[in-house]
């Protein structure tokens, strides 16, 4: 009886484990001298990204497709949840030559 | 006409600022005590124009585009300043400096007498002439010339600034046509 209830929870255990999104992630994101590391990042749907702005200047992190519009005041840092899987290429709109790229699995 | 001619006239100056320096210095480059008043100068023209364009703007892009000038120049040359006192460097006026402002005052002149859509215009053509003068200016003379370490990594950190800037400046000339 104790036994079979035990696995009956270590059963739902393990299928929660397939089914909900493993443990979602923070990924941070750094911006340092108008470079934005890392430049190119895989996440997941429901991964937090922290923007950490490491600069005396304002930096936003404004994807080209729209899904996100972050803004960064100077020595500032913000969390964004991602809720979208694809190929986000992102920029600065103040300073448009700060590029990267964020891919976001299902 | 108007904007080719500003380009002309920056590229006129860009040119001829090595010789303005081999006159002023009597050696091929300029001191780090000159390269600090240059690129200080440089950053105090930018936040004129700003603080002019922030009277005189009609569109909502070009204000907005001056705001985000005044703010990063004035932290650029805050931190200029910061850099000039540890390393115990006193900025030195030149001719470059002297070139540099005297074109900019010309140009603010020029734009007052401007004013709605000619004014945003002429100001952000401006915006895209000088950064593109400057970044030149920092990449070929500047940063080559600059002895100390952290003033050399201090203007490439510039330089970045400056690009971006020439970049937002043609967004927003773009957004104007």
């Not at chain 1, 519009?69 to 300073?95: F, N, Q």
Request: proline content about 4%.
């Amino acid at each position: 009886m104790m036994s079979g209830r035990l696995t009956s929870l270590a059963i739902a255990l393990a299928v929660a484990a397939m089914v909900a999104p493993a443990h979602a992630a923070t990924i941070e994101i750094t911006m340092e001298n108008l470079v934005i590391s890392p430049a190119e990042i895989s996440a997941r749907v429901g991964d937090t990204i922290n923007w950490i702005n490491k600069d005396v200047f304002a930096h936003t992190a404004t994807a080209k497709n729209g899904d996100f519009d972050v803004m960064l005041p100077p020595k500032k840092s913000a969390t964004s949840i991602l809720k979208k899987a694809g190929t986000i290429e992102y920029y600065c709109r103040y300073h448009p030559n700060m590029k990267a790229m964020l891919k976001v699995e299902p | 006409m108007f904007i080719r001619r500003s380009a002309a006239i920056a590229a006129a100056i860009l040119l001829s600022s090595p010789a303005l320096l081999q006159g002023a210095s009597a050696a091929d480059k300029p001191t780090d005590p000159q390269i600090a008043h240059i690129a200080y100068t440089a950053g105090v023209i930018d936040i004129n124009a700003a603080k002019q364009a922030q009277k005189k703007a009609k569109s909502k892009g070009v204000k907005a585009f001056a705001e985000d000038m005044l703010r990063d120049h004035e932290a650029v040359n805050k931190q200029a300043l910061a850099l000039v006192k540890k390393l115990n460097v006193t900025p030195e006026d030149n001719a470059t400096s002297k070139a540099l402002s005297k074109q900019a005052s010309d140009k603010l002149a020029e734009l007052d007498k401007l004013s709605g859509a000619a004014f945003d215009k002429a100001y952000v053509a401006n915006e895209v002439a000088y950064h593109k003068q400057v970044n030149g200016a920092l990449a070929t003379q500047l940063i080559p010339s600059a002895g100390n370490a952290e003033l050399k990594s201090f203007l490439q950190t510039g330089l970045k600034i400056f690009q971006g800037h020439q970049q937002h400046a043609e967004h927003v000339a773009a957004e104007l046509k």
